[in-house]
């Protein structure tokens, strides 16, 4: 199947400071990207959908300046947390699209952030 | 508008017995349905999906499951279960644009 790449796996920051999560899909050309939330033991939230060459589509109460992305390449969506704070710990896991009609989608294998 | 309830959070099996986890959905179209599976701190791995091709639908490890449209189910199974089964499952339906939105999730456990 597909793959799908998330970088870093783990990042522990400081509150305040800035963190960027990449997703690469490694061997096919994804022009829509999602991103995706996990609390501990909980479902995933779609946090926003991450279009090539746009802007991206924030699902409701997801604040977009507190979560930048970019999708500046066919292979590469990128998620910054900004100005992170405790709350924002969580594990973040994102997702290409195979292009075509049948669209499936291939997950990245979750990148954990730990604001202290 | 879509939405998938799974029911029990949790299911515990004997290796070598059967696996039933349970998905209902709910959908305003025509249901695109799937099986994930996630190990702890991974990514999700699909299991199978529904497309509405044939309801019975096989997928990786030995699960299948069966698409019942009137009882508007999408329940997984597996005839044995192996220690490695053991993991977390979400089911999940495709709505517009192609987002998924996703059940709580069942925690298999499998006791030697």
């Known amino acids: 199947g597909a793959v799908v790449s998330q970088h870093p796996s783990r990042v522990i920051c400081k509150s305040g400071t800035s963190v960027k999560i990449e997703c690469r899909s490694l061997?096919?050309?994804?022009?829509?990207m999602f991103w995706y939330r996990q609390f501990p033991k909980q479902s995933l939230m779609l946090m926003a959908t991450?279009?090539?060459?746009?802007?991206?589509?924030?699902e409701q109460g997801v604040e977009k300046d507190k979560f930048l992305i970019n999708h500046a390449s066919l292979t590469l969506s990128t998620l910054t947390v900004t100005s992170a704070h405790p709350e924002d710990s969580s594990f973040y896991i994102c997702?290409?699209?195979?292009?075509?009609?049948?669209?499936?989608?291939?997950f990245g294998e979750g990148s954990r952030l730990t604001v202290l | 508008a879509q939405s998938v309830t799974q029911l029990g959070s949790h299911v515990s099996v004997s290796e070598g017995a059967l696996v039933l986890l349970r998905c209902n959905y709910s959908?305003?179209?025509?249901?695109?349905l799937f099986w994930y599976v996630q190990y702890p701190n991974q990514g999700l791995q699909l299991l199978l999906k529904?497309?509405?091709?044939?309801?019975l639908v096989k997928g990786i490890n030995d699960f299948e499951a069966e698409f019942k449209k009137s009882e508007t189910s999408f329940h997984l199974t597996k005839p044995s279960a192996h220690m490695s089964d053991a993991a977390e499952y979400f089911c999940?339906?495709?709505?517009?644009?192609?987002?998924?939105?996703f059940g709580k999730g069942t925690l298999l456990t499998v006791n030697p």
């Open positions: 061997d096919f050309q994804a022009t829509t």
């Open positions: 997702s290409a699209r195979l292009p075509g009609n049948t669209g499936e989608l291939f």
């Open positions: 959908s305003s179209v025509p249901p695109y």
């Open positions: 999940a339906v495709r709505g517009s644009n192609y987002k998924l939105t």
């Open positions: 991450s279009n090539e060459g746009s802007k991206a589509t924030y």
């Open positions: 529904y497309t509405s091709a044939a309801t």
